[in-house]
């Protein structure tokens, strides 16, 4: 009796050593986020199914988001030319529009909402022939008007507009900028209203 309680101690003692090393061996979550490691576009699209995933279902884990985020701009800036590039950043600015907003620090939400308009001026600038590179102009606008930046606002939806005028959302953009008064002076929005 005595040698199986022994040999029970035992095998927990070893046990409950083994675990305690490899948990000081693995890096915490926290630690991923702050310093993301080098992954492998893989991991960086399994990571952003699964962050899309509870967002969906109402779970929107902000540590995640942003853990996609870093890895995705980290990735980009290291690997430029790949094809995974441009995707990659309009995705981060998405999310990262997405984490401000959710925000219910002022100050927080004010640096991670330009956060996300610097990302996407990244991808503006780094990958302008990227197809879908409207989506970039539109995000960025609508972090400016959430923003309260109506005039910012305003002048990247002309520039979406000029730049795609035949596409559908040009054309809707076109008539939001009209129908919101950004195209009309403050006289002609008062001459609408009274007729």
């Known amino acids: 009796m005595k040698k199986k309680l022994f040999l029970l101690i035992s095998i927990a003692m070893l046990f409950l050593g083994c675990q305690s090393k490899s948990e000081e061996s693995t890096p915490s979550a926290e630690a ?10 893989q991991a960086i699209i399994a990571l952003y199914k699964e962050v899309d995933s509870l967002t969906q279902l109402g779970n929107m884990d902000r540590q995640k988001m942003q853990q996609f985020v870093d890895e995705a701009v980290e990735y980009a800036e290291r690997v430029p030319n790949d094809t995974l590039a441009p995707h990659f950043l309009l995705y981060a600015g998405v999310m990262q529009m997405q984490v401000a907003f959710s925000n219910a620090n002022e100050q927080q939400r004010l640096s991670q909402a330009e956060e996300a308009v610097k990302i996407l001026e990244k991808l503006l600038q780094d990958h302008p022939d990227y197809r879908n590179i409207i989506y970039a102009y539109y995000y ?18 002309r520039n979406l507009v000029d730049r795609f005028p035949d596409t559908e959302l040009g054309k809707n953009i076109s008539a939001y900028l009209q129908a919101g008064g950004y195209e009309k002076s403050a006289e002609e929005i008062m001459q609408g209203f009274k007729k």
């Open 140 to 157: 960025k606008a609508q972090i400016y008007e959430n923003l309260g930046k109506q005039e910012k606002a305003a002048v990247t939806y």
């Open 32 to 41: 991923k986020v702050q310093a993301p490691a080098t992954v492998d576009p």
